[in-house]
Nanobody
Framework: QVQLVESGGGLVQPGGSLRLSCVSP????????MGWYRQTPGEQRELVAE???????KYAESVKGRFTISRNSTENMVDLQMNSLKFEDTADYYC??????????????WGRGTRVTVSS
């Protein structure tokens, strides 16, 4: 059973920073892509950032220049450094891992989420 475990959420003032981390303990294969999504009540979950096994990254326009995603592929760990946080970054953040196994089975795993609240 693949698990994604997030940590690092919390309350921060506007302009502050937080670092989210996600690990997948016990997973015996390397995920193709790992990333972070976020969701607010009544809204669809949206991509924040993702990074693939080659190190290629993709960011939402709203976070470019403020957030940085990094990854340890060997350990199936992914971090999201969030700087210059804004009120609108408040959301539940979810770790994601997706790809296809060598037997051509696709997978798409989610963590349970960690809450980020930006408030003064």
């Amino acid at each position: 059973q693949v698990q994604l475990v997030e940590s690092g959420g919390g309350l921060v003032q506007p302009g502050g920073s937080l670092r989210l981390s996600c690990v997948s303990p016990g997973t015996k294969f390397s995920f193709y892509s790992m990333g972070w999504y976020r969701q607010t009540p009544g809204e669809q979950r949206e991509l924040v950032a993702e990074i693939n096994s080659a190190g290629l990254t993709k960011y939402a326009e709203s976070v470019k220049g403020r957030f940085t995603i990094s990854r340890n592929s060997t350990e199936n760990m992914v971090d999201l450094q969030m700087n210059s946080l804004k009120f609108e970054d408040t959301a539940d953040y979810y770790c994601n891992a997706r790809g296809m196994t060598i037997t051509a089975r696709s997978y798409n795993y989610w963590g349970r989420g960690t809450r980020v609240t930006v408030s003064s």
